[in-house]
């Protein structure tokens, strides 16, 4: 199965992704973040294959985000 975690400061948006991707037979839902800071600690309990993440986020940019992330693992 593949892993994703969903971060997003939508609850709504959240859900919905939660349901697509838990019902795909091909992936699960292993976490959930709401604010990049908490994600952060997610990530680094958990290694999801996918990090679905919204651009937009009260703490910082989703794309700054990324971008140290994906330098970090």
């Not at 838990?22 to 604010?35: E, H, K, L, Q």
Request: charged letters at 30%.
């Amino acid at each position: 199965m593949i892993k994703v975690h969903i971060t997003d400061d939508h609850k709504m948006v959240v859900e919905g992704f939660r349901e697509v991707v838990d019902n795909s037979g091909i992936a699960i839902v292993c976490g959930i973040s709401y604010r990049l800071s908490d994600c952060r600690k997610h990530l680094a309990r958990e290694h999801p294959d996918v990090l679905l993440l919204d651009i937009e986020m009260p703490d910082g940019s989703g794309i700054e985000f990324f971008s140290e992330m994906k330098k970090k693992y």
